[in-house]
């Protein structure tokens, strides 16, 4: 059975400590990479397979607009994006759909409670229910069917993998990565999705988040890039964790299930993060500690981003540990400072 890397192959990212005691350890790969493609920081096995999923989000995006999808401004966000399901979430993704002369109905995505507590507490209290256009991934499935109206693809089997859709979107995460798909599985959401190396991935959103900057670059994927920069609350949402390190920082960071990270700052520095037992606490640490070690971020302004996104660790309601490096990233750090 294809598999990705094993507990053996991994290193110790980050630990969790609750009242001076290490209970917990997160082990796992990461890579951080120059505009250039050389690997700047290798973590654990960072070429073995792994499921992105939505972290390949933007690529997603990228392809449908290169099917002709008319998207503008917070949309293209919500195309590549993760969201928690707010109202304004949901207006953006029922604009795509109208555009497309579609309703919520012809969303193939399941249906869901938002993670937003004031819309999750709206469609309880209007006794709507679990909404499509609430899931996480809407938009991206939004884009989806505006591409096959556009071409006249067929609505109905839009997240086959082998709809011209998903085979676009194929194109588009080969030519980026530079890795060919030799594994393809079923999302979360019901969208194919496939199996990269970090390497790869790293090299993906390097592309990505210095297109806006480069004159030779895909003009799709700089339309992409400014759009998630421009619009942070639509990646995730107004104080989630993707959303922060957009707005605060200035640059690229979408969170994949499976405690998969991927950041990308303007210059083409970029970092891929896979967490191997699926725990996504400790990514967003992780990755800004890394982009900060390799001089890609100012190092000054990640703890105050750390401090808004990353949970300290509760007893009786208060905080009586956190989560912090692991050894392996700790080592990196000395040795890139000695």
Partial sequence: MPETFTAANAVELAVVERNGFIESRHVGSAVVMSADGDVVTELGDITAPIFPRSTLKPFQAIAAMQSGVPLRGAQVALAAASHVGSHEHMDVVRSMLSGAGLTEDDLQCPADWPKDEEARNWLVRTEKGKQRVAFNCSGKHAAFLWACVENGWDTKTYLEPNHPMQQRVMEVIEEFTGEKIEHIAVDGCGAPVAAVSLTGLARGISRLAKAPASKSSNARAATVATAML????????????????????????????????????????????????GSPRAATLVALTLLASAGAI???????????????VLGKGEPVGRIRLGNAVMTQLDRQQG
């Fill in 230 to 277: 421009d619009y942070p609350w639509a990646v995730e949402g107004r104080g989630a964790e993707n959303s922060v390190v957009i707005e605060d920082l200035g640059i690229i960071a979408k969170l994949g299930a499976e405690g998969v990270m991927v950041m990308g700052t303007p210059t083409g520095v970029s970092v891929a993060v896979k967490i191997l037992d």
């Fill in 298 to 312: 100012d190092a000054d302004a990640v703890g105050p981003v750390l401090d808004k996104v990353v949970k300290p």
